[in-house]
């Protein structure tokens, strides 16, 4: 084969595979544990002062506590299985939402669930897959820039 043919051939083989659609993502399973986390109790008055006045009546807690779950946030993908583990050491139940799920945390429990993440909803709850294209990325690895065009940066007017 002469060498101008050869030379073709590797520039439309580039070119093919630079043209192939990305692959697609596959769903995967992971195992996640999930805490109640005590951030504010009436507890925490003898360490922190500044709490006695918070809790007391008329006071911005009054009658309340902040917890929170750790970790707060866990990403994930369309059709991802989680297997979630969700532990409430303190005495107070909780109540863990997710779209679609709500599951009631009695004091001092475990408790087990599976949950199959949905297309999202809402940008802020959850992230399609995308193509390397997309912005923004749906993973860490930035795709070569050949696959992607560049925005047009003329200005406006």
């Known amino acids: ?44 008055q003898a360490i922190c002062p500044f709490l006695k006045q918070d809790f007391a009546p008329g006071g911005v807690l009054a009658g309340k506590e ?38 009631a945390l009695p004091g001092q429990s475990r408790t087990g669930t599976t949950y199959v993440a949905g297309p999202p909803a809402d940008p802020l709850t959850a992230t399609a897959p995308r193509s390397p294209c997309s912005s923004p990325a749906s993973t860490s690895a930035a795709p070569p820039r050949s696959r992607c065009p560049r925005p047009d940066r003329r200005s406006a007017g």
């Open 66 to 103: 902040v917890y929170a779950f750790v970790p707060g946030t866990v990403t994930v993908m369309a059709g991802d299985t989680l297997r979630l583990t969700l532990l409430n050491p303190e005495d107070d139940a909780h109540t863990f939402v997710l779209p679609g799920l709500t599951l």
């Open 1 to 44: 084969m002469p060498r101008c043919s050869r030379a073709l051939l590797a520039v439309v083989v580039a070119l093919a595979a630079a043209c192939q659609p990305a692959p697609s993502y596959v769903p995967r399973t992971r195992a996640v544990v999930i805490t109640a986390v005590p951030l504010l109790t009436k507890e925490m």
